[in-house]
Nanobody, 115 residues
Framework: QVQLVESGGGLVQPGGSLRLSCTMS????????MGWYRQAPGKQRELVAR???????YYPDSMKGRFTVIRDNAKNTIYLQMNSLKPEDTAVYYC?????????WGQGTQVTVSS
């Protein structure tokens, strides 16, 4: 059973930064792509960033500029660096991974941006 374990969420003031981590229970090379999604209360889950086995990361237009996805192959971990955070970034952030045997999700980590 593949497991994705997220960490790094919390409370941050507007304008602040956070780095989320997602560690996978098997080799990162097992997955064709990995990503970060978020879901705010009353809203649909949306893609924040996606990173592929090869090639450049993908960011939806609305996420470009403040979010960066990083991979550490040696640690089987991906990170989401979030800068200049705004109250509207408040959401549960989920890590996902797509492999040949299926799609996997982490349990989510809460990010709250508030003064």
């Amino acid at each position: 059973q593949v497991q994705l374990v997220e960490s790094g969420g919390g409370l941050v003031q507007p304008g602040g930064s956070l780095r989320l981590s997602c560690t996978m229970s098997e080799s990162i090379f097992s997955f064709t792509n990995m990503g970060w999604y978020r879901q705010a209360p009353g809203k649909q889950r949306e893609l924040v960033a996606r990173i592929f086995k090869i090639g450049s990361p993908y960011y939806p237009d609305s996420m470009k500029g403040r979010f960066t996805v990083i991979r550490d192959n040696a640690k089987n971990t991906i990170y989401l660096q979030m800068n200049s955070l705004k109250p509207e970034d408040t959401a549960v952030y989920y890590c996902s991974a797509v492999g040949t045997s299926g799609d996997y999700w982490g349990q989510g980590t809460q990010v709250t941006v508030s003064s």
